[in-house]
């Protein structure tokens, strides 16, 4: 068959409950705690301010990647139902009305649908009681002309139904298989930066910064242009968490420290937005003994809330954003930054010692972003990853035929992977064409993960057909 | 009390072998596999001479309890005859013996089994036709239930129950399966046994056995009223109150005549006193037959025409899976799936067939096509065959799976010794085919990435369980060249068909499996 046939379509039913086990699995994050809005304080949220222009920026900032589709679920995972645009409504005047002000969305988020949903509520408020952050998503080489890209600008202004965009982001450089390349690419080449500038300097962006994932060459070339006063960052969107604060490169050489990214940032006064605070979630939904030794220290917080805190207390920090499908969600947030409790020295020691538990379990470091996909063969990558990752958390994956624990193991990692993955799309079938690895933000090396999966899974099948 | 005893171990028997038709977990046959073994016809391909003596002394013994209780269609057109039997009372009437339609009948299977005519064999073989019935129709129920607990279970993060898939795995035997329940059902609930007595080569030479049997419903004339009860509830219209005499050729012990007999007059066992030797009387209810004779070839025409019909069938319902997919503009970095085209069974030249078959030649001889392998593959690779020679025998083809290293179910459940028990030590160096390259088919030579250069793949080679394969580039000269499964190593290769599974080309696999007349140990 055709690749392009492949990426020109995706499948009907596969789809629908692939994604929605997919859904039921990353939205729980916040589970456990229960919250009605008579529990979220209204006027004592947390703000930051920007040293630029003195935007006076919300602690929280609500990311629009996740939004709900009608239904149930979230158009992360669902892509072919509508967002659910009353939700939305709700969620967003109930954000604005307990201090949220920073909205963070994208053309490529919800398959172009977050946009136009976020434009349709935020319309609702006066213009001068929010900031709109969105970016300039042209992944795709047919987007790379310098005409192409404005088009996406020019269209991110009509769907979000305004004149002018606070926080404007070229988005995700750094990535691609050569991200120097692809950055020259996607911004220099065509002169799209300096057009930007302009824009800047007509009103139509406030803000102008860059979100940053992958080749640490591009990030350091970019400070050092700002620097020699070639261009000048507004703002920078890094992944911080107290995972990836020391441990980034320990998980994937390729990528680098939270902690060197920031103080790069601190050094020239560049406030930083925060993304991936839960790292996909997986540091809401941590191994069972980690959960109890986070409520053994503060019983009523949740297991999410360590990881906002820790987000949120450096003070170059200007917001922390979370992609909020649901309304306890929300409410669960506003709650932990109204106001901010910063991580002590202490609480500090005792996350870093659970960031090490985590490293040591060696999971698959996939935040179920779902930039890799769609892989042009029908894997579906962040599924098998999820459940991989699923398994190590709880215990499941066993090695050793010797365990007494292996014949229940087994059937739960086999079953669950039947279960969460169509059997087209499991590892097997990864033909190790590697055109996912440039778009994977973690910069995962995605066919060898999935093979070491697949030779697991063999090793499974091969080794008790009776159970 | 005959009756009562038979309906328990009718009904025992009967769950006994229908659970192991629906298993598909692998679970059952370590504890039910006999119940398939002991089927007469199964057991005389088996060559299985226990079981064939066994058969014999106990219906010369008891007569043909074997059609009453182990028999599983039997029992089922009892079932569907009792439905009927429950609305109408005292319904059935007396007829004479069909020998002009169960003798040839008897003959044409005895020749088919001798020249290894399998369709012809597993269209009269009633244990087959069982199975055929409870692979194609019951199993997909069994299975939905299943799924539908597993999803139940699911939810609450349990694996006790496994989702499975369910397929029709070939149309026609769909068709067929379909036909021959709508004929067999059709007739057992008019006419009770009259499959058994006019059709079925079973009941006809195990009907020549109990002609002799020591003991048999007799009925004692002093105490008989002719009041016609027990004919007109004898299933197998065997009972001639009339005349007194019962025809034990066509009797299969049910016990339901002496049930209903309010005189004792009719009894099972020896004769209480000398009397006539029952004769069997000639001329036949000939309407009635010829209606039947003419609902089989009406079945089996059906499922020739149908036959006919199966690509189309399964290109379309390939097709209607395709069109369901959602339309995505281009690759927007943020989720979606791409379609996966359904894969085609290639054209064979040879159909491949399961290890432990030995040869195409040993299959065609045993084989009584009764689906039981076929419900019990895990991998969906054993399906019914669709060809008019071998109608209904398992081939092989490796669309969904296929034949996995640690499994060898198949032969474990055999019941007639066309899939002889084989170790997973032997089944690993049994060659059972031999994996052809098609080249042009090949993604490497035919896919390029968003660059431009070749798609790299080798899935083939990585998932050969034997190293059998060895990927060169196409061209030598150039470095770029694609890289492709050039070598496969024929002393290696057991036809397995993990290549052909896992090859990336749709609808039709670049690299395929070949099956082998002769199975070889490598």
């Not at chain 1, 319309?123 to 992944?139: E, V, W």
């Not at chain 1, 050569?178 to 002169?191: A, H, I, K, L, T």
């Not at chain 1, 020295?345 to 470091?365: G, M, R, W």
């Not at chain 2, 199993?139 to 607990?149: F, S």
Request: charged share 20%.
């Amino acid at each position: 068959m055709d690749r392009r046939h492949f990426l020109k379509v995706a499948g009907g039913t596969a789809i629908a409950s692939s994604a929605v086990l997919a859904a039921c699995s990353s939205n729980d994050n916040n589970s456990g705690e229960a919250i009605s809005a008579a529990d979220v304080p209204k006027g004592k949220m947390t703000y930051r301010t920007n040293p630029n222009n003195g935007d006076r920026v919300s602690l929280l900032g609500y990311g629009m990647m996740r939004l709900p589709v009608e239904g149930g679920g979230s158009g992360r995972e669902i892509t072919d139902v509508p967002i659910d645009q009353e939700l939305v409504n709700k969620e967003v005047d109930f954000a604005l009305e307990h201090g949220v002000n920073y909205f963070d969305t994208s053309p490529a988020y919800c398959q172009g649908k977050s946009e136009a949903a976020t434009g349709i509520a935020l319309s609702r408020h006066p213009r001068d009681k929010y900031f709109i952050a969105t970016k300039l998503s042209n992944f795709d080489p047919a987007t790379w002309s310098l005409e192409e890209s404005q088009k996406m600008f020019f269209n991110s202004l009509k769907e979000l139904k305004v004149d002018y965009v606070d926080y404007l982001l070229m988005h995700g450089v750094g990535m691609g298989d050569d991200g120097v390349e692809e950055f020259n690419s996607r911004y220099m080449d065509n002169g799209l930066l300096d057009w930007l500038v302009e824009q800047k300097e007509a009103g139509k962006i406030r803000n102008l910064g860059f979100s940053y994932h992958g080749d640490i060459a591009v990030f350091d070339n970019l400070l050092a242009w700002h620097d020699e006063g070639d261009y000048h960052w507004d703002f920078v969107q890094i992944e911080l968490n107290y995972l990836d604060w020391k441990h980034a490169k320990e998980i994937n050489e390729r990528n680098t420290n939270a902690e060197y990214l920031y103080a790069e940032l601190q050094k020239r006064n560049i406030p930083a937005v925060i993304m991936e605070p839960l790292l996909g979630g997986r540091l809401a939904n941590v191994p069972d003994a980690i959960a109890a030794d986070m409520k053994r220290r503060d019983p009523d917080a949740s297991v999410a809330s360590w990881a906002f805190r820790y987000a949120g207390t450096p003070e170059g920090v200007l917001t922390v954003l979370s992609g909020m499908t649901y309304m306890d969600h929300l409410m669960e947030n506003i709650k932990t930054y109204s106001p901010l409790k910063p991580i002590t020295p202490e609480e500090d020691k005792f996350l870093e010692k659970i960031a090490n538990t985590i490293v040591a379990l060696q999971t698959i470091p996939c935040n179920d972003c779902k930039y890799c996909m769609p892989c042009p063969y029908g894997i579906n990558i962040p599924a098998i990853f999820v459940h991989y990752n699923k398994c190590i958390k709880e215990g499941n994956l066993i090695k050793s035929e010797k365990d007494s624990d292996y014949a229940k193991a087994r059937r739960a990692f086999l079953v669950g992977y039947d279960n969460s993955v169509p059997k087209l799309r499991q590892a097997s079938y990864c033909i190790g064409c590697s055109q996912c690895v440039g778009h994977c933000p973690q910069r995962i090396a995605i066919p060898k993960e999935l093979e070491k999966i697949d030779r697991f899974v063999e090793q499974l099948k091969r080794s008790d057909p009776k159970d | 009390m005959l009756k009562k005893i038979r309906k328990t171990l009718a009904v025992l028997a009967f769950v006994a072998v229908t659970l192991l038709f629906l298993d598909f977990t692998g679970t059952l046959h370590h504890w039910l596999g006999w119940t398939a073994k002991v089927q007469l016809v199964p057991a005389v391909l088996a060559l299985n001479v226990v079981v064939i003596v066994a058969l014999a002394l106990i219906t010369l013994i008891f007569g043909r309890i074997y059609c009453s209780v182990i028999c599983p269609l039997g029992v089922m057109q009892d079932v569907i005859s009792w439905l009927h039997s429950r609305r109408k009372k005292n319904r059935f009437t007396y007829s004479k013996e069909m020998r002009w339609l169960r003798y040839p009948v008897l003959l044409i299977f005895i020749v088919a089994m001798i020249a290894g005519i399998g369709s012809l064999m597993a269209i009269l073989e009633p244990y087959s036709t069982f199975g055929m019935i409870a692979t194609n129709l019951l199993q997909p129920v069994y299975q939905w239930c299943n799924n539908g607990l597993a999803a139940i279970a699911g939810h609450y993060n349990s694996y006790a129950f496994y989702s499975t898939e369910v397929w029709v795995k070939s149309a026609a035997a769909l068709a067929t399966s379909i036909a021959l329940l709508l004929v067999i059902g059709y007739l057992a609930w008019r006419g009770g046994r009259t499959y058994c007595n006019t059709v079925c080569p079973v009941g006809t030479f195990l009907g020549l056995l109990s002609r002799f049997s020591l003991l048999k419903v007799h009925i004692d004339e002093s105490k008989c009223i002719k009041c016609g009860m027990c004919t007109r509830n004898c299933k197998a219209s065997c009972v001639d109150f009339k005349n007194g005499t019962i025809d034990h050729s066509r009797c299969v012990t049910c016990g339901n005549c002496i049930d209903k007999c309010h005189k004792d007059a009719i009894y099972y066992g020896r004769p209480r006193k000398a009397q006539k030797f029952p004769s069997t009387t000639e001329e036949g209810n000939q309407v009635a037959m010829s209606t039947t004779a003419h609902d089989e070839n009406v079945a089996s025409q059906a499922a020739q025409s149908i036959d006919k019909g199966k690509r189309a069938f399964l290109i379309g319902s390939g097709i209607a899976i395709a069109t369901t997919a959602m339309a995505q503009a281009k690759k927007k970095v943020d989720g979606g799936l791409a379609t996966i085209e359904q894969k085609q069974m290639p054209e064979r030249k040879t159909p491949i067939t399961p290890p432990g078959s030995i040869s195409a030649r040993n299959m065609a001889r045993h084989c009584v096509a009764c689906q039981l392998c076929v419900a019990e593959c895990p991998n969906q690779v054993l399906r019914p065959s669709a060809d008019m020679l071998t109608f209904m025998q398992p081939i092989m083809s490796y669309e969904r799976g296929y034949c996995r290293p640690e499994c060898n179910r198949c032969s474990q459940v055999c019941p007639a010794g066309a899939i002889k028990p084989i170790s997973l030590e032997v089944k690993s160096s049994t060659k059972i085919g031999k994996a052809v390259w098609t080249h042009f088919l090949c993604i490497p030579t035919k896919d390029k990435d968003e660059e431009g250069n070749p798609i790299s793949c080798g899935n083939c080679a990585r998932h050969c369980p034997t190293g059998a394969i060895t990927m060169a580039p196409l061209n030598e000269n150039d470095e770029n060249s694609p890289m492709v499964p050039l070598a496969i190593d024929d002393s290696k290769c057991i036809g397995c068909g993990a290549c052909e599974h896992v090859c990336p080309a749709r609808p039709v696999a670049a690299i395929h499996v070949e099956g082998l007349e002769d199975h070889r140990t490598i």
